[in-house]
C-alpha cells in the first residue's frame, strides 16, 4: 500500500492543496458579502469519484469535515453530467447549517466522472424568521430557505428558474446572486486546475496519489493513536441553553483507545432540544475529524483517510445526531464548539501533556437586519467574534482569535461602517479575562455596535454560564456577557436572544477567554 516516491507523495500533497487555496482565493476575492470577502467565512476541497476528500484549502474546520457527506448526498440524489454544478444547503444531507450552501462541480476525463471540486461559504441571509438566517427558531423551517441537491448549472448551462427562486426567498438578493457567482467562479477555477494536473501527469497517476495521500494519512494518525495509554477517558460539559427553554444541555463523551483506533462514544450527552444548537451527525462528525487531526504533530493533509481509525457512536435523537425536522442554526456554531471541549477534556486526562485548556468555546454569533433608508435597500449582515485561546503546556493562549470549528477572521470596522447603517462604538482585547496558570489564558474582545435605523438583531452565544475551563491546575477563564443599553438603561441579555433596536441603542459584547493551562508558581 505504501510503495511510492515520497518526494511524489509531497509534491502531489502540494499541488492538491494549492488548487483548494487558489479556489479559496478566487471565492474571497469576487464574493460581494463583507462575511465572504471579509472574515473569509468559506471552504474550498477537493474529493474522488467517491465522495472523499483528498484535499482542502486552510479553511473552515466545521466546514471541511462535513463536505464529503454533502457531496455524497448528491451522489445519491441527482445523476452527474459534464458542465453540471448541485447546489445544496440540507443539514439533513451533510449540510451543517441552512446559512451555508455548497457547490459542487464534477471533473469527469473522458466522459468518466473522476473528481469533484466543491466548496461551501455561508451567506448573510438564505430567508427565515429574523435577518441573517439565525433565529430562535423551534423547527428548521423557521430558519430559512431549505435547499436539496439540485442543479443549479446543468450542461454549462444556469439555471435561472432555480436562481430566481433562491432570491425571491432571501432579503439581499443581490448580495446572494454576488457571492453564489463567485462560488461557481472557484469551482470553475478547481475544474481548471485539477484538468491542468491530469493532463500532465495522467489520470492514473493523479488518482493513484490520491489514494495514496488518503492512506498516508491514515497511517499518520494510526501512529498517533498507537501512543496515547489504552483506556477509556470520558468528560461532560454543558450549554448554556437553547434560546427557548433556560435550562443547561449536558454534553458528554467516552473516547476509548485499544491500539491504534479509537471510539468515541457520546451516548451520555442529552437528547436534542427545542431550541436551534441542535447537532446534525455531520456536525459531530466534523468535529472529531478536527480534534483528531490536531492531535498529529505532522503536517499531514486534512482527508477522510482521518475517519479510518475511528468509530463515532452518535445515538439518534441526541443534542450531537439530531433529527428532522429539528432546528439546527446554532448547532453547527455553538454546539460544535462544546463537542470539541468535551473531547479535549478526555482526552486531557490520558495524554496531559498534549492538551490545552479550553478556549473561549463559542463564536458569539451576531446576526441583523433591517431597511437603510441612506440606500433605499435592505440590509442583512452576519458575523462571528473571536474570543481568547486556552493556554497549553509551553505557551499562553493567544487574545482575541477564532478558535476550533472556525478559521475565520473578525471583520474589520472599517468595512462594517462602509457597508451598514451603524457604527462600531468601541472594539479591543478584554482585559484580564484570560484564566491564570502557569500559562495563562489569552483575552476576548469587546465589541459594541451602536445602531442608526430600526433594526432587528440576533444574538446565539454561549459560555456565559459554563466558563471556559482550565486544566492541570489552570483557572478558569471568565465568562461571556451580553448588553443591551437603550435609552439610558443598562439592559442585561441571555446567551440567546432576538430583539428589536433603534437608533442609538447599543448592543455590547464581551466575549469570554481562554482557560488557563498548570498552577501558577
Not at 160 to 171: F, G, K
Not at 311 to 333: D, E, H, L, S
Amino acid at each position: 500500500m505504501f510503495d511510492f516516491d515520497p518526494i511524489e507523495l509531497e509534491l502531489f500533497k502540494n499541488i492538491f492543496v494549492s488548487i483548494s487555496e487558489e479556489m479559496g482565493a478566487v471565492l474571497g476575492r469576487t464574493a460581494l458579502s463583507p462575511n465572504i470577502k471579509e472574515r473569509k467565512d468559506f471552504s474550498c476541497a477537493l474529493f474522488n469519484q467517491k465522495g472523499e476528500t483528498f484535499a482542502q484549502g486552510s479553511h473552515i474546520p466545521v466546514h471541511l469535515g462535513a463536505m464529503p457527506l454533502s457531496v455524497q448526498a448528491s451522489l445519491d440524489a441527482v445523476s452527474f453530467e459534464e458542465g453540471d454544478l448541485v447546489i445544496l444547503n440540507d443539514p439533513y444531507r451533510g449540510g451543517t447549517h441552512l446559512p451555508d450552501i455548497t457547490c459542487i462541480s464534477p471533473v469527469f476525463v473522458d466522459k468518466k466522472l473522476a473528481f469533484f471540486a466543491a466548496n461551501r461559504a455561508h451567506h448573510s441571509d438564505v430567508g427565515g424568521m429574523t435577518p441573517g438566517s439565525m433565529p430562535l427558531a423551534t423547527e428548521i423551517f423557521q430558519e430559512g430557505m431549505i435547499i436539496p441537491p439540485s442543479k443549479l448549472i446543468h450542461k454549462e448551462k444556469l439555471n435561472n428558474d432555480i436562481m430566481n427562486l433562491i432570491l425571491a426567498n432571501v432579503r439581499t438578493p443581490e448580495e446572494r446572486r454576488g457571492d453564489l457567482l463567485a462560488q461557481i467562479a472557484a469551482n470553475e477555477k478547481g475544474k481548471q486546475r485539477l484538468e491542468e494536473i491530469i493532463k500532465k501527469f495522467g489520470l492514473n497517476k493523479t488518482l493513484r496519489y490520491t489514494h495514496l495521500i488518503q492512506s498516508y494519512t491514515e497511517k499518520i494518525l494510526r501512529e498517533t493513536i498507537k501512543d496515547i495509554p489504552d483506556g477509556a477517558f470520558s468528560f461532560t460539559d454543558y450549554m448554556d441553553n437553547d434560546g427557548i427553554k433556560d435550562m443547561p444541555i449536558k454534553i458528554g463523551v467516552k473516547i476509548t483507545f485499544k491500539n491504534d483506533e479509537a471510539i468515541i462514544d457520546f451516548s451520555s450527552s442529552a437528547s436534542q432540544v427545542d431550541g436551534g444548537v441542535n447537532a446534525n451527525y455531520a456536525v459531530t462528525y466534523s468535529a472529531v475529524l478536527y480534534v483528531f487531526r490536531c492531535l498529529v504533530e505532522e503536517d499531514i493533509p486534512f482527508n477522510t483517510g482521518l475517519m479510518r481509525p475511528l468509530k463515532i457512536i452518535a445515538p439518534k435523537g441526541t443534542i450531537v445526531n439530531a433529527q428532522y425536522p429539528a432546528a439546527t442554526a446554532g448547532g453547527n456554531v455553538e454546539t460544535s464548539q462544546r463537542i470539541v471541549d468535551v473531547l479535549l477534556g478526555a482526552l486531557s486526562q490520558a495524554i496531559p501533556e498534549k492538551i490545552p485548556a479550553a478556549s473561549s468555546g463559542t463564536m458569539n454569533n451576531v446576526a441583523f437586519g433591517g431597511y437603510d433608508p441612506s440606500r433605499k435597500k435592505n440590509f442583512a449582515y452576519y458575523e462571528t467574534i473571536g474570543g481568547g485561546m486556552g493556554g497549553s503546556s509551553d505557551r499562553p493562549g493567544l487574545s482575541g482569535v477564532h478558535t476550533h470549528m472556525t478559521n475565520s477572521l473578525n471583520t474589520p470596522m472599517e468595512a462594517l461602517e462602509n457597508y451598514l447603517p451603524l457604527r462600531i462604538r468601541r472594539y479591543c482585547m478584554r482585559r484580564d479575562s484570560g484564566g491564570m496558570g502557569k500559562n495563562r489564558g489569552g483575552e476576548g474582545i469587546i465589541r459594541e455596535y451602536e445602531f442608526f435605523v430600526p433594526t432587528q438583531v440576533t444574538v446565539i452565544s454561549e459560555r456565559r454560564k459554563f466558563s471556559p475551563y482550565g486544566v492541570q491546575g489552570g483557572e478558569d477563564g471568565k465568562k461571556g456577557k451580553n448588553v443591551l443599553f437603550s435609552k439610558g438603561k443598562k439592559i442585561g441579555l441571555n446567551s440567546k436572544v432576538n430583539l428589536k433596536v433603534q437608533p442609538g441603542d447599543v448592543l455590547h459584547i464581551e466575549t469570554p477567554g481562554g482557560g488557563g493551562y498548570g498552577q501558577r508558581k
